[in-house]
């Protein structure tokens, strides 16, 4: 429970038709595993207690009887089970027979709610014996004990504030306006779902898109565990395809006929945070009951798996049609500028590294878009005290691939006398280094004045997180391509690129990816890079998994903390995630300022740090909550 993490399970029994007394043993049996294993939500299929397919045999008092004492006895079983549980039974009430579920929880019984739509078309048949949820709840008694019933029924945890918990059943997703709708309104959470789903061609695809989606509607999660083996096969078959899904992603499912029980840890506080971003959320929760019950707090076991890369798709199949789409969209943004300024050339400063590789593929595109020739593109390779032969030659060979109009112009003189003219004695400090990084955006400036021209940003989304830019040097451009592209999806375009072109391009291209990130604005040692850029500041596969866990997600450091031990388990040990992760936080708040004024660029995902779009921040905030907490770990 601990960061908001609640683990839940979707149980399909073994089940047989109209034997109530069995099947009640079942679902206790799977019960205690669920139980054992943690789950503190657990849901069971629709009328699991008779068997959905029971058919004329519901209106038999028998049936009906022995389904009541079947839920007894699996009242009885919660009783020492800390955790909310959901089961499908008929129940008649003032001569109406309802489909329900009942929420159990402790010995106790804490509501009934029954289905709002009933099936009556193709295969299905319920109007036949049961009646639709009544508009208001009310009260009924069970065992003697007042129990609410009804369809508007919230089930609030006291002990983790983020959690709250509604259901439907099974028919009730299918329509066009679910009862999930207003549950979540009313503030739900977590929506489960009791289903009997009979099983053709082509539903399950249809199914877990529909669940998927229906989570990702409502900022939360949907449990939906469904019948299976067991029900009859007289004209029917269940498949048992129980999912749960978070947010649009399915975080477990089952496989088709083979009765499982499936877990997964809902992350309840990233589903609060993503909820109190969006305004289109009324709270309206008129006519609910609220049920409370609470939760012994205890560390859930993660066993879901967060990615390396959260910029990058994991789906090798997403991953060329993902690229693409992103190049586009940069060549979009850079063919609009250029034509709303009537640029005649792109100015951009090659350096033979990552960025400014892309920042010129991306330029070639963006030209070709403008009917411009390439040699409009204007690369500028501007050596200095850190360039070292590698890095040049790439650039300029580069350059001379894509068709770029090639221009060297070595800075080390002027860099030089400027140091000397402000009284600099020669140290290899900040000064030294950044004069290098504004002279080189002063002569990009300047060209594109000569030329009428369009000075190209490279810096990428990490390097503005960290800070890791010269102030008014490579931190300002005319428009920035990269400006929400972190540092581990930079590469992935690039190797996209290399894959798909010429051999020459494909080798220069290969060898940029294999070159050390650096500035290069110290001296080389013996003809190599001295000055490395992860070395100084950290892996950037760190570096972007903190980003996208504390800006996107909302999460403080000791999750994020947590997420990348278990994510990175075998690759860096504890303390050096600890460390990066403070100079992350430090960096961070201390170089706002940066960003306050960053140029324009077009966003590409879910997190942009530009003060016009998504991440708007004092330039003087005080990371004092964030490291303490980091110190703490």
């Known amino acids: 429970m601990k960061h908001g993490f609640i683990k839940a399970a979707a149980s399909t029994p073994e089940i047989r038709v109209a034997d109530c007394g069995f099947n009640a043993d079942s679902i206790i049996n799977n019960l205690k595993e669920c139980a054992d294993a943690g789950a503190k939500i657990i849901v069971f299929p629709e009328l699991c207690v008779t068997g959905y397919t029971s058919a004329d045999l519901f209106y038999q008092e028998a049936l ?22 959901f089961v499908g039974l008929p129940l008649r009430i003032d001569g109406k027979l309802y489909n329900t579920a009942a929420a159990l929880y402790e010995g106790r019984i804490l509501a009934v709610i029954p289905k709002s739509y009933l099936p009556d078309y193709n295969q299905f048949y319920e109007k036949r014996y049961f009646a639709e949820a009544p508009s208001k709840n009310s009260e009924i008694y069970i065992e003697g004990q007042r129990v609410v019933f009804g369809t508007k029924v919230l089930f609030k945890c006291t002990t983790m504030p983020e959690l709250t918990v509604a259901a439907e059943i099974c028919e009730d997703l299918w329509v066009m306006s679910p009862p999930s709708v207003a549950h979540a309104q009313a503030g739900a959470s977590v929506i489960v779902n009791l289903s009997a789903s009979s099983e053709i061609v082509g539903k399950a695809d249809f199914r877990r898109n529909l669940v ?9 999660a949907y449990i939906y565990c469904d019948a299976g083996e067991g029900e009859s096969t007289t004209d029917l078959v269940f498949s048992g395809h129980s999912m749960i899904a978070e947010n649009g992603k399915i975080l477990a499912e089952a496989a088709l006929f083979k009765n499982q029980t499936i877990y997964a840890e809902i992350d309840t506080q990233f589903l609060a945070h993503e909820k109190t971003k969006l305004q289109n959320y009324r709270a309206e929760s008129e006519g609910y009951e609220i049920i409370e019950f609470s939760l012994t707090p205890a560390e859930t076991s993660l066993t ?23 190049l586009t969209m940069q060549a979009l943004g850079l063919k609009k500028r250029i034509k709303h300024t009537a640029s005649k050339t792109a100015v951009i400063g090659v350096s033979g590294g990552l960025d400014s590789a892309l920042a010129l593929l991306v330029a070639a595109r963006a030209v070709d878009m403008c009917g411009m020739p390439r040699s409009a593109i204007l690369g500028i390779t501007m050596p200095c ?24 112009v070595d800075i080390s003189d002027s860099v030089t006398k400027h140091l000397a003219d402000i009284g600099h004695k020669g140290a290899h400090d900040a000064a030294y280094e950044n004069a290098q990084a504004r002279e080189r955006t002063q002569v990009l400036m300047d060209i594109a004045n000569l030329t009428g021209g369009l000075v ?15 102030y008014n040097g490579d931190q300002m451009s005319m428009y920035g391509v990269n400006a929400s592209v972190p540092k581990t999806l930079v590469k992935h375009l690039i190797r996209y690129e290399a894959e798909h072109t010429d051999s020459t391009l494909k080798g ?40 996208y866990y504390m800006v996107r997600c909302g999460f403080p450091p000791s999750k994020v903390y947590r997420l990348a031990k278990l994510t990175f388990k075998g690759d860096y040990d504890c303390e ?49 909550v964030w490291l303490k907490e980091a110190e703490e770990l």
């Open 304 to 326: 879901r798996e967060y990615p390396k890369y959260p910029f990058v798709p994991e789906d090798k199949a997403e991953v060329q049609s993902r690229a693409e789409l992103i």
């Open 385 to 408: 005290f850190g360039t070292t032969d590698r890095t040049l030659s790439n650039a300029e060979r580069l350059c001379e691939a894509v068709g770029a109009t090639l221009k060297r």
């Open 576 to 624: 050096t995630i600890k460390k990066w992760l403070t100079v992350f936080i430090r960096r961070f708040f201390s170089q706002q300022f940066k960003r306050s004024c960053m140029p324009d660029g077009v966003k590409i995902g879910s997190v942009s740090l530009s003060p016009r779009s998504d991440w708007r921040m004092p330039s003087d905030a005080i990371a004092g």
């Open 212 to 220: 998927s989606m229906q989570s990702a509607r409502l900022v939360g």
């Open 64 to 85: 009906q009887a022995a389904a009541l004492s079947a839920l007894s006895k699996i009242r009885k079983a919660t009783t020492n089970i800390n955790a909310l549980v």
């Open 508 to 547: 220069i291209l290969y060898d940029i990816l294999d070159t050390p990130i650096s500035p290069e604005l110290l001296p080389p040692e013996e003809g190599k890079i001295a000055q490395k850029t992860e070395e100084l500041v950290g892996p950037y596969t760190l570096h972007d998994f903190f980003l």
């Open 456 to 470: 190209v940003g490279t810096g990428d989304l990490s390097e503005l997180a960290l800070g890791w830019a010269t």
